[in-house]
């Protein structure tokens, strides 16, 4: 029995400066959650609290696919 994939989530987590120039930095995640609430709580129980998440787009099916992404996975682009 295979899996039915569906598209994912694009999303953009910005770790916030600490310090004084310390430098805005921004992280892409390729998320196999259709869904972009789900595919933000995914990412966000890994962020630390200066990190904000959220989602950016949808990611097609056939980029999932090409990831090899299972549903709740995730990899950084």
């Known amino acids: 029995m295979s899996r039915v994939t569906a598209n994912g989530q ?12 310390d430098p805005l930095l921004r992280t892409v995640y390729y998320v196999a959650e259709g869904d972009a ?3 933000e709580a995914i990412i966000a129980k ?4 200066n990190e904000k998440v959220e989602a950016y787009g949808v ?4 980029a999932v696919k090409a990831l ?3 549903p ?6």
């Open 46 to 49: 890994l962020m630390a609290p």
């Open 10 to 21: 694009v999303v953009l987590v910005t770790s916030e400066p600490i310090g004084p120039g």
């Open 72 to 77: 709740g996975e995730f990899v950084a682009a």
């Open 68 to 70: 090899g992404l299972k």
């Open 37 to 39: 609430n789900k595919a």
């Open 59 to 62: 990611l097609p099916e056939a």
